[in-house]
């Protein structure tokens, strides 16, 4: 009697459903892990990109973008519907003042006349969130959600930094950031594209 050659078949469709059914693992940048899924809105997202914020030498922080689909370009990403979220984890210890004045500054390097005259309040407010903060340390996470009819929400280690910040361009805005014509740094815009880790 020959052995049965579906046994290992079985097992290895066996292990294959179990490999499919266990959560996906983290992505691991910098020694950070970000999920590759997360909960938004009541939406599943998916990891887009990920990769590090460097300022001359020195490792800032990891940011990871977060969309309901795969998206490779700026525009695309813009353009997408539903909840967004980016994660940011600190690498180092940076104070409140420095992190708002970085972020504003790139904020409207990113933004013509136009946009920004709609977004000034919202922007200030942002600067504000941040300039409150006395240091970021290191290990602290910052997410930015888009939830479809609430608006804007940023959260500190999962805390609400302040009231949702209602207008859609103005979180366009803050991805611009990192994905505008002028990025804050150039190495990090195509990671959360997806085109390198």
């Known amino acids: 009697m020959k052995p049965s050659s579906a046994i290992p078949h079985r097992l290895g469709g066996l292990l294959c459903a179990l490999a499919l059914a266990l959560p996906a693992a983290a992505v691991e940048v ?77 904020l409207n390097k990113n933004s013509d006349e136009a946009e920004k005259s709609k977004i000034v309040r919202q922007t200030a407010q942002f600067g504000e969130m941040f300039s409150k903060i006395d240091t970021l340390k290191k290990g602290v996470v910052v997410t930015g959600d888009w939830l479809p009819g609430a608006g804007t929400v940023i959260q500190l280690n999962g805390k609400p930094l302040a009231e949702p910040l209602p207008d859609m361009a103005f979180y366009n805005a803050i991805l611009k950031i990192w994905l505008g014509d002028k990025p804050a740094d150039s190495s990090l815009k195509p990671a959360l594209l997806g085109e390198k880790s």
């Open 30 to 106: 910098e020694g950070v892990k970000l999920d590759d899924m997360v909960k938004v809105g009541g939406k599943e997202l998916a990891l887009n990109g990920a990769g590090v914020r460097t300022r001359v030498i020195f490792k800032v922080y990891v940011l990871g973008l977060y969309l309901q689909d795969k998206k490779k370009t700026p525009a695309d990403v813009l353009a997408a519907d539903g909840p967004r979220r980016f994660t940011l984890v600190m690498l180092r210890d940076v104070s409140g003042a420095d992190m708002s004045e970085a972020f504003v500054t790139a």
